[in-house]
């Protein structure tokens, strides 16, 4: 399988566990991050490893319409017309504190790197999945679903609120073709970022539970399964 993961690019992070976990399954992993040295670093490591799997790594602007054509002309060209796969994990977080206070730039920020970076990389690989009845997943919040705590954050829980209804006007279109679209709402995720911000104490999603379950998406086990936003809680032991 051929499977594309955004914003896999730093180390400690979400995507360097969701590419390791999907290489671990036998995909062939292109990783994109904005800085193209970031990128080919991860997949040299993934190669590494072993596992008779191919890593390759790809510089992009994601929110970028001009860069994300590039990146996807220069995919045909190295890999062919078809991708099983593609997860949407570029994005990010950030407190916009109460509304009435709170920085419109931000919200333009929110949804340019959480929403218009989704979009663009799906427009622009829509083709190829179609021709592999290929999966797409996303990446939405814990925050955006009923009984969450969503204080402080309205321009990151409208951004993804967005993302969500983004996945499913793709799964409604693309369902004829046999593409299937879901999206993850994990809560906060053990990452180097937030640990370094929250402390280790906090009850966090662990991001090898996140590799599993964006595994699952992209499997053939997951079939039956589109237009849905499945949560992500931390474990308790």
């Given at each position: ?97 109460p509304l009435a206070e709170s920085d419109p730039a931000l919200l333009a920020r929110m949804f340019e790197i959480n929403v218009r970076t989704a979009y663009l990389t799906t427009r622009a ?24 705590r969503a204080t402080s954050i309205a321009a990151y829980v409208a951004a993804k609120s967005a993302v969500v209804a983004l996945m499913r ?69």
């Amino acid at each position: 399988m051929l499977t594309l993961v955004t914003g896999a690019g730093a180390k400690g992070q979400v995507g360097e566990a969701v590419a390791r976990t999907l290489a671990a399954r036998g995909h062939d992993v292109l990783i994109v991050a904005r800085r193209e040295a970031d990128a080919v670093a991860r997949a040299a490591e993934l190669a590494a490893e072993g596992g008779g799997h191919e890593a390759h790594g790809y510089g992009c602007d994601l929110a970028s319409d001009s860069d994300v054509g590039r990146l996807a002309a220069r995919i045909r060209e190295e890999h062919g017309d078809r991708l099983d796969a593609l997860v949407n994990l570029a994005g990010g977080f950030a407190l916009s504190g109460p509304l009435a206070e709170s920085d419109p730039a931000l919200l333009a920020r929110m949804f340019e790197i959480n929403v218009r970076t989704a979009y663009l990389t799906t427009r622009a690989f829509l083709p190829a999945l179609r021709q592999a009845r290929g999966s797409v997943v996303y990446f939405a919040s814990d925050a955006v679903l009923e009984g969450s705590r969503a204080t402080s954050i309205a321009a990151y829980v409208a951004a993804k609120s967005a993302v969500v209804a983004l996945m499913r006007s793709v799964a409604d279109e693309a369902a004829g073709d046999g593409v299937r679209a879901n999206a993850l709402a994990p809560g906060a995720i053990r990452t180097t970022a937030n640990v370094a911000g929250m402390g280790d104490q906090v009850a966090y999603v662990e991001r090898e539970n996140v590799g599993e379950a964006v595994a699952w998406l992209c499997s053939p086990d997951s079939a039956a399964v589109t237009g849905q936003v499945i949560r992500l809680r931390p474990v308790t032991r």
